[in-house]
């Protein structure tokens, strides 16, 4: 597990340190959400930094969903948000979203709006304050962790952890599950 401490000693020009090897990988899989292929992905709604509530299945048959854990403390997270912001901009027309679920503690949720501001997010950044979301999707609340879900509500894929070189490999991943082709 990527503990707090090595998240928050990695320079951003290092990343790859925050991802997991293939075998810790696997053990890492969350338990109570589908695997890939396998079924839909479990619903949730939260309340997002403006406001409103965000209810994933509002989605279904009309979006690809990126909903991506972070927390303010991690910095391959501080880093991966921008180029979603990135992808989020260059998709939406295509009926691309990301929603970005904070890792951090309910107390917490000043701080997670001013990073928010400071990256100048586009999309929905939420908050999890029961940690229900986050138990379902990434039990061992893993930072950066990301699922990529299809239109039909299922989920697509799953990554652990960011480096700058995956951002074509992500891409590729939105352009294929909009039906872009690469």
């Avoid at 479990?42 to 994933?56: K, T, Y």
């Avoid at 295509?94 to 501001?117: K, P, T, Y």
């Avoid at 239109?151 to 992500?170: F, N, P």
Wanted: proline share 5%.
């Amino acid at each position: 597990m990527i503990s707090r401490k090595r998240l928050l000693l990695g320079a951003a020009g290092a990343l790859s340190a925050a991802c997991l090897g293939t075998e810790e990988k696997r053990a890492a899989a969350p338990r109570g959400a589908t695997e890939p292929g396998s079924g839909r992905a479990p619903d949730f709604e939260l309340r997002s930094l403006d406001g409103s509530n965000v209810r994933l299945s509002d989605h279904f048959g009309k979006e690809v969903v990126l909903i991506d854990f972070w927390a303010t403390w991690c910095q391959p997270c501080l880093v991966a948000l921008p180029h979603l912001d990135e992808l989020y901009r260059k998709y939406r027309s295509q009926g691309f979203v990301v929603l970005a679920v904070s890792i951090d503690e309910a107390a917490l949720g000043s701080r997670v709006r001013v990073e928010a501001a400071k990256l100048k997010l586009s999309f929905p950044v939420l908050l999890d304050p029961e940690t229900d979301v986050v138990a379902r999707y990434n039990p061992r609340s893993t930072a950066p962790y990301s699922v990529l879900i299809g239109r039909d509500g299922r989920i697509v894929a799953r990554r652990e952890g960011y480096t700058t070189s995956e951002r074509a490999v992500l891409e590729e991943d939105v352009r294929s599950a909009l039906g872009l082709g690469v």
